[in-house]
């Protein structure tokens, strides 16, 4: 069985930093693409940031320069960093990994983000 276990939400002033982490079982991590996706209530889901197994990134326009990506294959695990955050980026965040070769796509049950004064 697959599992993905997302930590690290929480509530932040506008400016402050959050730290979100999935770590993953049951799958060869380092063959899949790991990703954070975000759900804001009434908007449809959207690709946050993604990496590759061999370490390459891809960073939406509204969070470039303020989140950063980064994987640990030794761990099985996948970050995010996010700096400088506005209300906008209030939302779910769900962690993903997706093999495409394979047509294998898995998803964490998502960590509430939310960022309010």
């Known amino acids: 069985q697959v599992h993905l276990v997302e930590s690290g939400g929480g509530l932040v002033q506008p400016g402050g930093s959050l730290r979100l982490s999935c770590e993953i079982s049951?799958?060869?991590?380092?063959?899949?693409?790991m990703g954070w996706h975000r759900q804001a209530p009434g908007k449809q889901r959207e690709l946050v940031a993604e990496?590759?197994?061999?370490?390459?990134?891809n960073t939406a326009d509204s969070v470039s320069g303020r989140f950063t990506i980064s994987r640990d294959n030794a761990k099985n695990t996948v970050y995010l960093q996010m700096n400088s955050l506005k209300p906008e980026d209030t939302a779910i965040y769900y962690c993903?990994?997706?093999?495409?070769?394979?047509?294998?796509?898995?998803w964490g049950q998502g960590t509430q983000v939310t960022v309010s004064s």
């Open positions: 993903n990994a997706r093999h495409a070769g394979l047509g294998r796509d898995f």
């Open positions: 990496i590759s197994g061999g370490g390459k990134t």
């Open positions: 049951g799958i060869i991590f380092s063959w899949y693409a």
